[in-house]
Structure formats: C-alpha cells, structure tokens
C-alpha cells in the first residue's frame, strides 16, 4: 500500500497563492502519474492537475495559466503551486496517485479557502 501525505493549503485572499505539498510512502511499487483533485461543497470530486513519470502534465481548464504541479519522482512527491486564487477554488484538495497497475491511492485531503 502507498499512504501519501499531503501539507499547504489554508485560507488565502482572492489572488493570493498557496502551495500544496504530496509525499508518498510506504510500498515501493512504482508510481506512474501523480496528482491533485479538489471537492468543493455539494460538488463532485474533479481533477485539478496531474503528472506522470515522463513530466507530461494536465489541467482542468479552469486553472490552466494560474496553478503549476510540478514532481519529484526520486522522492515520490509532488507540488502544486497555486496562484491568482479565486473564491471558487475553494475546496477540499486530495493528493493522488496511480501506481503501474493503475491502482488508485488517495491522501487525507487539505482545505483551501479563498475569500473574496
């Protein structure tokens, strides 16, 4: 089993940035993408961004140009860096990660908050 542990977030003013911080541990079975999904209340869990071993990244669109994730796969972790905030990225965001086999891990998740 892979736990990952997540750090950052907090509460930030609209156009502030914060940073989220993901480290895995545990088994050593090889991880294949890394990433973050966000929860915000009443609202379905959506991806945020993700990246795989190679570096290729993705981004929901409504964060393209403001959030960078960024990986380190020697120390199996991974950051998202988070800037110009806005009200309604307000959420719970989770830390995850696919393993070759394609199963899936989840961290604890971390709240951030922006208030206008």
């Known amino acids: 089993q892979v736990q990952l542990v997540e750090s950052g977030g907090g509460l930030v003013q609209a156009g502030g940035s914060l940073g989220l911080f993901c480290a895995a541990s545990?088994?050593?079975?090889?991880?294949?993408?890394m990433g973050w999904y966000r929860q915000a209340p009443g609202k379905q869990r959506e991806l945020v961004a993700q990246?795989?071993?190679?570096?290729?990244?993705n981004y929901a669109d409504s964060v393209k140009g403001r959030f960078t994730i960024s990986r380190d796969n020697a120390k199996r972790t991974v950051n998202l860096q988070m800037n110009s905030l806005k009200p309604e990225d307000t959420a719970v965001y989770y830390c995850?990660?696919?393993?070759?086999?394609?199963?899936?891990?989840w961290g604890q998740g971390t709240q951030v908050t922006v208030s206008s």
């Open positions: 995850h990660a696919a393993d070759i086999m394609w199963s899936s891990y």
């Open positions: 545990g088994s050593r079975v090889t991880i294949n993408t």
């Open positions: 990246v795989t071993t190679g570096g290729s990244t």
